[in-house]
């Protein structure tokens, strides 16, 4: 009984603090948030995606000559709706997270969304430019065959079984799974020293799948989002957390008593999922991506995501490199 | 077809792991449970009132929180306060101070059927409190609470699928992981539901059964 | 001393040597409760979890907004439209399986034992994880509300069901020998008593409903929980953020459950021994 009762005064004790907290409610601008994870404060690393150099980005992007707009049925529908409808998600470190104070989401996939409308649309707000609807690795496809979304922009890895669904446009950037230990850690170097080893990933990502493939027999812990398992391999319930590359390295950099070890074991070429109906779409995006690759915005753009954390720029990719896009 | 068969093959241990996971925290949920809740119910009914306060700010904090929210402060809460568990163990105790919440109330009702006069004769007999709770008054109360607990054993059961959220390998769990890697989402759907469904239609027979025994035993009416 | 049956059946009237002894067990009862809350307390400091600046969060307007003007207002949207459609097709369920007719008896049964047995959870993936791939895809708050509606469906048709059982047979016998055709009685004699018999446990199935919609979390509507996540994925003051989540849970499911007993006390009427409300661990009432 002791333990017990003694964890429900636990919570008792400290909700009444809470409650003082919520009851003295004041207003004004919420704190920049801190490293994540478990024991770090406010002493950490602050580098974060500044909204203000990711909404002048999205501004200072190409706009099509509305002779472009107006030759393609799709994009003319998005210029009527005055937005994109865009597959993705606002829990995704570095890549589409939301705000949620200000309600606004931004990161590299948001950026290429907001980027496309801003093209078709030429909205000044970008607040306005995109709606999110939420997807997940198994909804996605689905969504753009009927039309529930018009784009996917979701680190939506393009393979072959897909691309019999739906059309890749892109890839608009390669990158692949990775794996984050301890910084103390020196027995995992790659992917080999897995095996046997205690592994979490995300429960909605691409990672369960390429651990079934590269470390055959391990069945990963699944946890919801990004902070769920990097607080898992910080509180030591697993060895090393496998995930695309770019948002470990942003959680190392967030959590300095985390690291990446080795390189991408895994090659996935993000692409921007749009329906296959009418292949002219397809075409479009891939003549935008091309665009924002020629001017320098998809760079301007990885500097104020992805850069934010990551030293190395990378160069753009080729459009139709990828088998499937 | 094969490739389902192909895919169960692979993976028969680690299904089974995962209907062992459920049975584990199901079982051991509920007994901790029953201990748990019986001593609360005995804490909210005793006449120091401490004990009293402490028993019923128990109930209505552990019967009024949703179990995933439960879930999560002790799989990531806990840590940050220094308290590390492993995950199947943080699901099992997720699931006692839920469950026990809700038989401490169970039994409560119980003992409430139970007349004044049997513990007075009890108490008139010299029995001490534990020997009069043991021999007199749970068994009597036990009659009218099988039905009432084959429930909350089936809400724990149900229950224990919520531990997959927080990564507990539990059927669920493998359900999921297994239709992320194979996309035979029909079978392991079914697979998984008629794991839940056998034990919870088991567990209702069982109380059935349960139920005749004692109302056949049945001495000299409790009232 | 006036104390409830179960505390007379436990234990005796007190002597003078039983309030000594009562006494000192309460003197050393909230010794020990203070311990307990100063030890969770220290717990709290010594880790760094009551630095002010974690706490103070939660008084910013923007938080406050996100939590509870979003967060509150979708979990009570996911809720009430849940279960304005469950209640109903619960009471269905209920007379179906009351009917005569073997085969909508039947079915009816099939269904509720089947939703009753089956957790949110699994069927909240079926819609996430399965139906997608048979060209399924219904909006998050649809991914959320119709797994909630199935699962409350079956449930709450016990309580109908036991609610309906619970009238007196000399109703009917009475109402059918005034010359009322079955369909009557039970519109205008059976259903008015249930309905006031069940009314607690409805509002104990609304909780369970209200405890469901957590699962918001998993296929990302913006409920309570999801707010939370959200707030933890871009803050990641991860036990704070939860325990006032749990705090708004716990207090607006006891101000529910405050209600219930209200209405059970003002009605006099004793709440019929239920079926379990599933996942909820609800014992019958």
């Known amino acids: 009984m002791h333990t017990f009762s003694r964890r429900g005064l636990l919570y008792v004790a400290a909700g009444s603090s809470a409650a003082v907290a919520l009851a ?11 490293g994540s994870g478990s ?25 099509a000559d509305a002779s472009v707009v107006s030759a393609s049925t799709w994009a003319t529908k998005i210029k009527g709706q005055g937005y994109i409808k865009r597959g993705g998600t606002t829990t995704g470190a570095i890549f589409s997270l939301k705000d949620p104070t200000t309600g606004r989401i931004s990161g590299f996939d948001a950026g290429i969304g907001d980027l496309l409308a801003h093209y078709i649309t030429g909205g000044a707000d970008v607040s306005k430019l995109t709606q999110v609807a939420q997807t997940s690795v198994d909804t996605r496809e689905t969504m753009l065959q009927n039309n529930t979304v018009d784009i996917v922009v979701a680190t939506y890895s393009i393979t072959l079984p897909r691309a019999q669904k739906i059309a890749f446009a892109g890839p608009y950037y390669s990158s692949g799974d990775s794996i984050q230990v301890k910084a103390d850690n020196t027995t995992i170097k790659s992917v080999t020293d897995l095996a046997g080893k205690k592994l979490v990933t995300e429960s909605n990502s691409t990672a369960i799948t390429a651990i079934g493939k590269y470390v055959p027999g391990n069945t990963p812990t699944l946890f919801a989002d990004n902070d769920s398992c990097v607080a898992a391999v910080q509180q030591g319930r697993a060895d090393a957390y496998v995930l695309d590359e770019s948002i470990l390295l942003g959680n190392a950099v967030k959590n300095p008593d ?20 009418d292949p002219a779409v397809k075409a479009f995006v891939n003549t935008f991506l091309q665009k924002i690759f020629d001017s320098g915005d998809w760079l301007k753009l990885w500097k104020a995501t992805v850069g934010v954390y990551v030293e190395a720029a990378p160069s753009a990719p080729k459009i139709g490199s990828v088998p499937g896009s | 077809m094969d490739q389902i068969w192909q895919m169960l093959g692979e993976n028969s241990s680690f299904l089974l792991n995962g209907v062992l996971t459920t049975v584990g925290l199901t079982i051991l949920g509920f007994g901790g449970a029953l201990v748990i809740g019986t001593i609360v119910a005995v804490f909210r009914v005793s006449p120091i009132t401490p004990l009293r306060v402490v028993g019923t700010a128990y109930v209505e904090f552990f019967r009024n929180v949703p179990l995933l929210t439960l879930l999560i402060l002790i799989v990531f809460g806990l840590p940050d306060i220094g308290l590390l568990f492993p995950l199947f163990w943080c699901g099992v105790l997720g699931l006692v101070l839920a469950g026990s919440a809700f038989i401490c109330e169970t039994v409560r009702s119980g003992i409430n059927t139970i007349s004044v006069g049997q513990s007075e004769a009890a108490r008139a007999l010299g029995m001490s409190f534990g020997t009069q709770l043991r021999l007199i008054i749970l068994p009597q109360a036990f009659r009218t609470m099988v039905q009432p607990l084959v429930n909350n054993f089936i809400g724990i059961l149900i229950g224990s699928s919520l531990a997959s959220a927080v990564g507990v390998s539990d059927i669920t769990n493998v359900t999921q992981q297994l239709n992320i890697r194979y996309a035979e989402a029909v079978v392991l759907f079914l697979l998984s539901g008629a794991v839940y469904l056998v034990f919870a239609l088991g567990a209702g027979g069982v109380g059935s059964w349960l139920e005749r025994l004692v109302s056949r035993s049945r001495i000299g009416s409790a009232r | 001393m006036a104390a409830n049956t179960a ?29 307990l809350v100063s030890g969770a307390v220290w717990q709290f400091a010594v880790h760094g979890q009551l630095a002010a600046y974690k706490w103070q969060f939660f008084t910013y307007s923007a938080i406050v907004r996100a939590l509870i003007v979003d967060g509150i207002g979708n979990t009570f949207l996911a809720t009430g439209v849940a279960a304005v459609v469950a209640f109903p097709l619960g009471l269905v369920l209920a007379l179906g399986r009351l009917s005569k007719q073997p085969a909508l008896s039947r079915v009816s049964t099939a269904w509720i034992e089947f939703f009753r047995s089956m957790p949110m959870i699994l069927v909240v993936y079926a819609f996430l994880l399965a139906l997608p791939r048979f060209g399924l895809v219904l909006p998050v708050f649809w991914m959320l509300v119709v797994p909630m509606i199935l699962v409350s469906s079956a449930s709450t048709a016990e309580v109908f069901r036991a609610g309906i059982k619970a009238v007196d047979k000399g109703q009917w016998e009475a109402a059918q020998s005034l010359g009322m055709g079955p369909g009557l009685v039970l519109t205008h004699v059976v259903l008015p008593q249930a309905f006031r018999i069940v009314l607690p446990n409805l509002l104990t199935g609304l909780v369970s409903l209200l405890k469901d919609s957590t699962l918001g979390y998993v296929v990302s509507y913006g409920e309570l929980m999801q707010q939370g ?40 009427t004793r709440r019929v021994a239920a079926a379990p409300v599933v996942v909820d661990l609800e014992p019958a009432q």
């Open chain 1, 24 to 34: 003295a409610c004041s207003s004004g601008a919420p704190p920049t948030p801190v």
């Open chain 1, 39 to 63: 024991a770090s404060g406010p002493t950490n690393s602050n580098r974060q995606i500044s909204q203000d150099a990711y909404d002048a980005v999205i501004k200072s992007g190409p706009v």
């Open chain 1, 258 to 277: 985390l690291k990446v070890v080795g390189t991408p074991f895994t090659i996935d070429p993000y692409g921007v999922g749009v329906s296959k109906d």
């Open chain 3, 7 to 35: 505390t007379r059946v436990l234990f005796d009237e007190p002597g003078p040597r039983g309030r000594t002894r009562i006494l000192i067990s309460t003197v050393v009862a909230v010794v020990l409760v203070v311990l």
């Open chain 3, 229 to 268: 996540k959200e707030l933890v994925a871009y803050y990641h003051y991860m036990i704070q953020t939860y325990l006032v989540i749990a705090l708004i849970y716990v207090l607006i499911n006891w101000l529910l459950t405050r209600l219930a007993s209200y209405l059970q006390v003002r009605m006099g």
